[in-house]
């Protein structure tokens, strides 16, 4: 039986989750159709700029994200602090821009007469869509409705095009937000789609090497703040150049298959991470069947499930083998 999302989610032990969603029917989400030789690789260009919009909107950031033929992977950060800094007026320009919002809050947008208590309503409702525009479960039905509808459209069908839930996974620390990435940088990779993480299209590992050659990180996405050492700092505390390092090499292993072929570079940085170069190679290969559900070392995996109120906490083992491995 699925976890309520109250047990697959707490601010209190993490900002980071990945995401994973997938179409319900046969019929692709994107790249072409062997039987029928359609193509749906326009659909990417729908999603990726959707995402890029909501990030705009929500005060989510994307860390990482790939489209794939009949799936989505994301891993987000929730900026519980930003959304704090809001004023209504913010509040409502963000909501207004996917939603009608309500007739008082257009009136208020439009900077028309309002009595005080058709003020207080509005703020209350502000408090509602504040809450809303830090909520995962928003963020994805935000996505997922739209490219549904036109995907429908499309294929000239109706009924689900998304499954009914998204699987949703606490990344809990370091290790697992950085191995967690690098799954997802690497999809392309691993389906033999693309050759190298710079030629994987619609992934946010490309938009990041495209950017790094001009000396910059792309707007679209969550910056790496290059400082290991200051956990309070806007933005990924790791090097970005180093994170380039890990997805490079590790691609390079799986795509020709050459298990213990990781470089003394590449080792130093995970032996700063505390993962063994065997387990890293398992994370970055399996890291939804490794971790079904949050994943992080075994003490976080503890207090996130006393947190959220799990009686048993599950990936105990695993976590003491990859990520207490080195």
């Given amino acids: 039986m699925p976890k309520p999302r109250s047990q697959q989610i707490s601010l209190l032990d ?60 994301l891993v987000l950060h929730v900026d519980s602090e930003r959304v704090k800094t809001w004023s209504t007026a913010q509040v409502l320009e963000r909501w207004h821009q996917l939603f009608k919002g309500t007739l008082l809050t257009q009136r208020y947008q ?24 830090i909520d995962i479960s928003w963020f994805m039905r935000s996505l997922n409705e739209p490219i549904a509808r036109q995907a429908n459209r499309e294929d000239n069908c109706t009924g689900h095009f998304w499954e009914g839930r998204f699987k949703s996974q606490a990344l809990l620390d370091e290790g697992a937000l950085l191995s967690c990435m690098a799954y997802v940088d690497l999809n392309p990779v691993r389906a033999t789609i693309a050759p190298t993480p710079e030629k994987s299209d619609f992934t946010s590992i ?52 050459k298990r213990g072929a990781i470089g003394m570079k590449t080792a ?49 083992a695993n976590a003491q083998a990859c990520l207490n491995s080195a």
């Fill in 206 to 257: 490309q938009l990041r090497i495209k950017a790094s050659i001009k000396g910059e990180q792309p707007n679209a996405l969550l910056t790496f703040s290059g400082n290991e050492h200051q956990p309070k700092k806007k933005g990924i505390c790791f090097s970005l150049k180093d994170y380039l390092t890990l997805v490079d090499e590790t691609g390079r292993v799986i795509r020709d298959n």
């Fill in 268 to 316: 130093n940085i995970l032996a700063r991470l505390h993962i063994s170069e065997e387990s890293w190679l398992k994370l970055t290969t399996d890291f939804e069947g490794i971790f079904t559900g949050a994943a992080g070392t075994a003490e976080h995996l503890c207090e996130f499930s006393e947190h959220v109120g799990l009686q048993r906490t599950h990936g105990l």
């Fill in 14 to 73: 993490t900002p980071f989750y990945h995401i994973c969603s997938r179409t319900v029917r046969k019929a692709f989400l994107c790249g072409v159709d062997q039987e029928t030789g359609v193509s749906f690789e326009h659909r990417r260009a729908w999603i990726e700029q959707r995402l890029f919009q909501l990030a705009q909107v929500f005060a989510i950031d994307i860390c990482a994200h790939a489209v794939m033929h009949n799936h989505l992977h």
């Fill in 110 to 133: 439009n900077q028309q007469s309002l009595d005080k208590f058709q003020l207080a309503m509005v703020e209350s409702t502000a408090d509602i869509y504040k809450q809303r525009l």
